[in-house]
């Protein structure tokens, strides 16, 4: 078989831009660092947003819809996500033909104006807590662009949450941190994430603590996967975010964020994809199984497809036939391996006069004869256990390649290839500044027993040094 | 009872804003022209989204997403297309702290960014048609906002698709017409519509047919509620959308565009709604029954009350619980009037001693006493004849005020409160001309049989002339 992506050993970046194009999952937008999501990827994407709504609502938030257009002077309020930001705003300054009085920014993200119109909406204790989230588009200038990981517009969900306490936020924040992006990410993505605190540096700008999901990426980098963030009272304070309590006592509220975005397409590809192309896991694949007629004679091979392609649909499994004879199997089946449909039946005239069909998996190549009476039980099969088979392989590569040390040089070297577990004593806000000089990152902080802690001052907290995207 | 909102009859403007504010449907953003869609809204909104979004796969479209930024230079490539939208252009000049080279416009429609994608994937025949649909935010600037009628930023899909004959893109145009967005609107919505041509004047800047959707509201104006565009070979040709045909000869392509919008919730409010609120068709409404404990004693009413939502949510019945007894009963009844639920079952202590609960229907107001073991029965009854009720309503109301007249003067006199219907050759464009000047519009042109003309040169045309939103 002629090669068709370059192989990820010899360059992975290459690699991640040539899969991208040959599954046809996205173009470059015209105007720099913006791209176009195509049929492909979106409906991956859809998938994606489905179940992380369904969580996101089982959680108590509700949707809402907030502007696209945010007042400059709004994003000045809050003085270090102003700081934060400011680098990559995108501003209009012309509106039907005229200049703008006051010059408005395309939101980075929405803390300001729903701020504002939390402040509006929230009088007493009994209005909280209030729990929004929007799904939506921002643009946040990118000087180094890359599809899904790093673009100047991209798609996501951010929630918003105002409480009456400290502990009600922080509480609300590690529930989405732990319960609904995790979750998801492990069930639906197959992917598994560290979680962890980001250090005071890398914290997001205005929040007081940054709960981060990071998982390893094909190549040993890390990428950060979703984000949640208890903000204090530093947004409520910015914006008037003030309720009378129980006492009548006026009081501001506490507020979160949190989000995940198009960047988790980035993460599925670059986690599960190899050499021969995307592997989707079964749970959020938009095609289970792909039926093939591998070449038709009189008609009968194409009704048998069908016919299987039936009894699937009926077992539940998402499926489409694939019965355009007239384009060589050979590159139906290349393209097939690049859009990493999770497994193949492939029909053809030869198997079928002996009863059989073949069951071709995705995710480690082999092809198995089957009895076609025993199709739809074997591809429901294979779908349930290259699930679990995905998230056990990313598992085992992640502990692979991350080696536990003792000094800050050896996280340094160890950061080379992989993750390096150490000891956050050793590192301390000196050595992560001297890490981020070789482009190293320390990617986040936990316990011992794996949990958050509250603060980067705790004792005896864990850092994961890496690499990221 | 204290009025709530200002009575239609009265002002039917104010009564319009009193509602949204006091409904909590959405609030002005600050940004001119920009809205917030609040959850009671969104979730309409939602659930509006899925069933068109059902409707237009089912059509063949796939879903995709193309960039917010487009450069200013691919408006101008179709000569008709910039003259519309200039306008009403958001224009970003900097990005990421810089003066940009080319000054990018926020998306007004998609028509020339989807067009240059197009271009790329479209090569032989064979790639054709292409079916494409996204979901997102546009821009158009707004002199005189409305919330949900007429803003800045509005949400809406946006159907584009490239076929190899003209006939063939006539034929899709008009399947989303009358199959995807006639049936939506009548199945859903209950919306009556009346489908057909609008003249040249009020044609898509860019498109060669303009098929358009009219419902009419409660004031007796117009609105459009959607249009479906054939846009000829113009954009092909601006963006080189040309492919080989089987014979190899390249040649350009037919191209499409679609939209329904954020809109429709201003038009499902103008349409339904009355002097006591929002009035939501069943089949739309997020919750379709609300089952109100009236007053609580020693819990019985409360488990009763929850024993009948579980019921009913057996029954697939969208139900939420008002257990809120610490609030007054009469102002809760307000508020479920406002926000327009179907029906309300409310479980009160005295009825329920007696074995009975009360009906409450939206639409009527009726209030009927019920057997606890009927409620299950007579709500899922309710919801089934009251979304047809709607329509019936909604029709009647439009045949009411809807005049047959054969000329340009009774048909600008009727008008003043409702719609004419005039043979198109007494007005024509010099006709059109003088009804602009008294803002009135031809809303559309239909022929005798209802069919829509494929030009408004065809003779016997009806035209449908009113004031509009």
Chains 1, 2 share one sequence.
């Not at 079928?352 to 591809?379: M, N, Q």
Request: with cysteine.
């Amino acid at each position: 078989m002629a090669r068709v992506l370059t192989p990820r050993a010899e360059d992975f970046p290459r690699w991640y831009q040539d899969l991208i194009s040959k599954a046809e999952l996205a173009d470059n937008g015209p105007v720099r660092g913006t791209m176009v999501i195509r049929p492909t990827a979106y409906a991956i994407w859809e998938r994606m947003q489905a179940d992380m709504d369904t969580r996101i609502k089982a959680a108590g938030a509700q949707n809402a819809y907030f502007p696209l257009f945010i007042p400059e002077s709004y994003l000045k309020r809050e003085a270090e996500h102003v700081e934060g930001f400011s680098p990559e705003l995108a501003v209009v300054t012309h509106g039907g033909g005229k200049q703008l009085a006051e010059p408005v920014v395309v939101r980075p993200t929405s803390e300001t104006v729903i701020g504002e119109f939390m402040a509006k909406w929230v009088d007493s204790y009994r209005d909280l807590p209030l729990l929004l989230n929007q799904w939506a588009n921002v643009v946040r200038w990118e000087m180094r662009p890359r599809v899904f990981l790093r673009t100047s517009e991209f798609l996501w969900q951010e929630g918003h949450t105002a409480h009456a306490t400290e502990a009600d936020a922080k509480a609300y924040t590690l529930k989405i941190h732990h319960e609904v992006y995790e979750r998801h990410m492990r069930e639906l993505l197959a992917i598994p994430v560290v979680l962890g605190r980001k250090t005071n540096r890398e914290r997001f700008a205005g929040a007081t603590s940054t709960y981060t999901l990071e998982a390893m990426m094909g190549d040993g980098k890390a990428l950060q996967m979703g984000t949640s963030h208890e903000l204090g009272q530093n947004f409520a304070k910015a914006f008037d975010i003030a309720f009378s309590g129980v006492t009548n006592a006026r009081e501001y509220a506490w507020t979160t964020s949190w989000g995940t975005s198009t960047r988790m397409l980035g993460g599925l590809i670059m986690c599960h994809g190899d050499d021969n192309g995307l592997r989707i896991p079964p749970a959020l694949a938009p095609i289970q199984a792909l039926v093939t007629v591998v070449k038709e004679t009189d008609g009968s091979v194409t009704a048998a497809a069908q016919a299987l392609a039936d009894d699937l649909v009926a077992a539940g499994v998402r499926v489409k036939l694939d019965d355009r004879v007239d384009t060589p199997f050979g590159r139906r089946a290349v393209d097939a391996e690049l859009k990493g449909y999770p497994v193949r039946v492939e029909v053809g005239p030869r198997d079928l006069a002996e009863g059989r069909v073949v069951l071709a998996r995705r995710i480690d190549g082999s092809k198995t004869p089957l009895a076609l009476g025993e199709a739809v039980g074997a591809v429901t099969a294979a779908l349930e256990a290259d699930q679990k088979a995905l998230y056990d392989e990313a598992l085992a590569r992640r502990e692979a390649n991350t080696v536990e040390v003792s000094t800050l040089d050896d996280a340094l070297a160890a950061s080379a290839t992989g993750w390096a577990r150490v000891p956050w004593s050793k590192v301390g806000v000196e050595g992560e500044a001297k890490a981020n000089e070789q482009s190293i990152t320390v990617r986040c902080l936990f316990r011992a027993d794996g949990s958050v802690p509250a603060s980067q001052d705790e004792p005896d907290l864990t850092a994961i040094l890496a690499r990221s995207y």
